[in-house]
């Protein structure tokens, strides 16, 4: 999916491909794979994690990526690791 969105559109910046990694992360989750789902929701939250840094603050998107990294590691049986982004 994110192959084929820079083809169609290589205009994308990195709030925009964070956002795709983020639906692909819920798709993974969605569909059972937790660690797959894991995986993009922590590509997500690097590109947001390095845009607020650069920008100076937080936004939503931010907000989410924390969540979704601390619920893909909540549906691993992980609920300590899941406490640290969800707080």
Do not use: W
Not at 38 to 45: D, G, N, S, T, W
Not at 74 to 87: I, Q
């Amino acid at each position: 999916l994110l192959e084929v969105l820079q083809v169609l559109d290589p205009g994308l910046n990195d709030q925009q491909i964070a956002g795709c990694f983020n639906i692909i992360g819920l798709s993974y989750s969605g569909a059972g794979d937790h660690k797959g789902g894991l995986k993009y929701a922590k590509q997500a939250l690097a590109m947001r994690q390095k845009y607020c840094q650069s920008s100076g603050h937080l936004n939503t998107e931010m907000a989410t990526s924390l969540f979704n990294v601390g619920l893909g590691y909540d549906c691993l049986g992980n609920s300590r690791k899941s406490v640290k982004y969800l707080e």
